[in-house]
């Protein structure tokens, strides 16, 4: 469904990404991990479009997907929250929520300007996923009022919104404690199995990803080291020493 | 405020701009119908600055609309509606190939884009004596035929430029409840979220900055009518500034922002006309002063009042103990 071949980004004379390769199959949920650093974040950028990779090619759905902008990527049903600002905190969550639909409405370049009779529709759809993540009561909330884990299913309601063939979650649980963490992940596969939507996620708690995921890629510096199932990469020596040092 | 109370509100002020127009004197008549002609065009420039982008050069293009209306009434001999018309469209036009050039930019370059591009404009104004009349501009541009006469031409036009005004009004307003309106609010807070859901920013911006145009070239051609003149001293980058000027003043993050700036601006720059040269430098200080107390510009005057005096009952409610 989304292959990386051979992937190469470099920052100045930073080598961030380096020939990274990677495959994703249909309903898949991987996990990525590795240290700060790694290139994780930057290899979603270059999936997603914010950056062109100096080499290497990204499919999607045997398209090749490699430099385009990120709404035409997004249209294509390729989603992804981020992970520093990932709402937009002045807005209502439904006006969050209602952005991520963007990629449904088909308006004409002009219709979209008045357009408040299909916005009636749109708030519907809305509606239907804030049931989902249990927000409908705080759906008048302005985002920046409202908690962080909160905040975080905000998030996941906006890519939702746009119902993503494949969804790219950058640290969906960090600064969450465990309770939230465990709620955050029982959505995610349960988005993951009941919608069939394929994720790739990166995170840094490593006990959810093992326990979640079905399979696990590990970056260090740059390079894919290890790939597999959890129990095989927890037993891995090249990852106990990227994680815990020689 | 529930929402029919400010549409009574709304309703009441415009009743009382009909009487306005019909008994106001000759020279509060121009005063009037200069604050129909800024609050259209300032909510015209709002419509871009929504999207979190400046433009400098916006008086560039309310000149478009007014040298396209005065040549193609006084040299082509088009009828002055068609002209008027045909002002927001080259207007608009220009704004598109401009917005396509250059909104793939942020912030401070389009700024200097736009500002660039107006100073160009005017030198080409200057030099060239034909279309454009040089220095001396184009006279005797002619008032619409077949007017519907209220009193005299001078009335009829306050009312002409009202009704611009509150299709331009109308227009923003509609904008800003639309798809296209949560998306420019959206952009300023967090662009690469916006993109990744979707959305072409550069062609969201360029919407903005097109549309706007219209209605400040629309503006421009019906200003050149009233004013029966136009030159290349008329619309300057000073009065671009003023326009952005006008906006924050009023505050731009909410509607009645850039309406209020523009109502309270506009007359108090006229009204200064007493001072004489003096009038810049009293207006500066009064901004100044606005723009150190009310952050948020004038329409956060009543929030902030209610707050001091919310503070000053508090002061005075707790016993003194010490």
Redesign the interface.
Known sequence: MLELKGIRKVFGGIVALDNVSLKLEKGELLGLIGPNGAGKTTLFNVIGGVYKPDSGRVFFNGEDITGKRPDIIAKRGLLQTFQLSPVVPPLSVLQNVALGYQRLINLSVWAELFSSKREKEVEENCLEILNLLGLARVKNEVVKNLPLGLQRFVALGIALAGKPEILLLDEPLAGLNADEVEDVMRLITRINQEKGVTMLLIDHTIDAIMAYCHRVAVLHYGRKIAEGTPEYVQKKQDVIEAYLGT | MPRSKKLFGILVLLAMAVPMGIFASPLYLDLLVMIWFNIGIVISLWILLRTGETSCGHAAFVAIGAYTCAITTTQLGFSVWIAFLLGGIVAMLIALMIGQAVLHTKGIYFLVVTLGFGEVLRAIWLKMDVPFGSAAGIKNIPAPEGFPLIIDTFHSFYFLMMIFSLIVILSGY??S????G??S??LV??E??????????K?CKT?AFV?GCFFAGLGGAIYASYLGFISPFTFTARESLYYVMYAVVGGPSVFAGPVVGAVICTTIYLLLYAVGYYRIMVFGVLLLIVMLVLPGGLVSLPQRLSGLAAKFKFSRGTPDHA
């Open positions: 509609a904008l409840r639309s798809r296209f949560l998306l609010t959206a807070a967090n690469k979220l916006v993109a990744a859901c979707g959305t072409n920013i062609l919407k549309i």
